[in-house]
């Protein structure tokens, strides 16, 4: 099987630490450590600065290998289910998070999410079953098509989307349609726990090495 391109490398980890090359950890910068955690020489506990939540975010981006399951490269689309998901009894407080009906694309994401407490409303869009990278590049997923796909939503408080990573050519068009903040996400699914940051409560019994 030709796997399909997760974007492991695409893993921003220096954005997420605390960016003062203070030198604790035995690295020359942050930068550096970015670079011996991307090649998992370095764990992230060694940059002392870190939550406990935040080290865990740091494990499952480092280990986005192992975690998340492989999938084969399309040569077709592979629609699957389209709609609304719950993620841990969500509330009129938590995120809304925007992903595509891909076949693949749920089952990526479905892992990922087996790795939180925290509760989200979890959008999968109509974009013909094409995942969200060639969803952009033929033009299947449009701003119009998740402005539907929101009339799903109980009433919210919260006035926050994120959109994929490679959805960001979306965000104007949205932000013109809906006086809410549109976020863009990461490009990688594993790096979602780290963006989400506080919005992302791992479980106490994970064990990523
Ligand atoms: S200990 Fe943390 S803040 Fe200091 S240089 Fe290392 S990674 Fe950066």
Redesign the pocket.
């Known amino acids: 099987m030709i796997a399909a391109d997760l974007y492991l490398d695409k893993i921003d980890f220096l954005a997420y ?9 035995g ?1 020359v ?2 930068a550096d ?1 970015a670079k011996q955690l991307k090649r998992k020489i370095q764990t992230p506990s ?5 939550t406990e939540s935040q080290i865990q975010a740091f494990l499952l981006a480092q280990h986005g290998d192992r975690i998340l399951p492989q999938v084969p490269a399309l040569d077709l689309p592979r629609p699957a289910f389209t709609g609304m998901v719950e993620i841990n009894r969500p509330n009129e407080s938590s995120l809304i998070l925007i992903s595509g009906n891909s076949e693949f694309t749920q089952e990526v994401l479905s892992t990922i999410m087996g790795y939180t407490l925290s509760s989200y409303w979890l959008f999968f869009v109509d974009c013909r079953g094409d995942t969200i990278d060639m969803a952009m590049i033929y033009e299947s997923l449009k701003a119009e098509q998740i402005m539907i796909a929101l009339e799903e939503l109980p009433a919210h408080q919260r006035r926050e989307i994120i959109l994929p990573g490679f959805a960001s050519p979306l965000k104007q068009p949205l932000e013109r349609q809906v006086e809410w903040q549109v976020k863009v996400g990461p490009l990688c699914i594993a790096e979602l726990p780290l963006f989400l940051g506080e919005d992302w409560q791992v479980p106490p019994d994970i064990n990523l090495g």
């Open positions: 630490l605390p960016q003062t090359d203070c030198q604790e950890c690295a910068s942050c450590f060694a940059c002392t600065f870190l």
